[in-house]
C-alpha cells in the first residue's frame, strides 16, 4: 500500500470527529493532499500521529485494503 492510502487509513480509523473521517476519505480520492491537510490546524495533530504511526510500521495492509475497497471512488 502506498504512504497516502496507509496515512488516510490511520486518520479515519483513529479519530471520532466526522470531519476528519472526511478529510481521509477526500485525502484517499485525491481531493486534497498531506500538505493541504497540514496546513489545517484542526487536523495537524491527527496527521501527525498518522504519519507517525506509519513510520513505526504498525499498519494492518488487509485492513488499509478494505477501507481503500470502501471508500476509493473510481470514475469509469
Known sequence: ???VTCIAFLLYH???SQDIKE????????????RD????????AQLAL??????????????VQLFAEEFL????
Open 23 to 34: 478529510k481521509a476519505i477526500q485525502l484517499l480520492n485525491g481531493d486534497v493532499s498531506i
Open 37 to 44: 491537510l497540514k496546513r489545517n490546524a484542526s487536523i495537524q
Open 73 to 76: 471512488l473510481l470514475e469509469v
Open 14 to 16: 483513529s479519530s471520532k
Open 50 to 63: 498518522a504519519e507517525s504511526l506509519l513510520r513505526k510500521n504498525n499498519v494492518d495492509k488487509h485492513q
Open 1 to 3: 500500500m502506498d504512504k
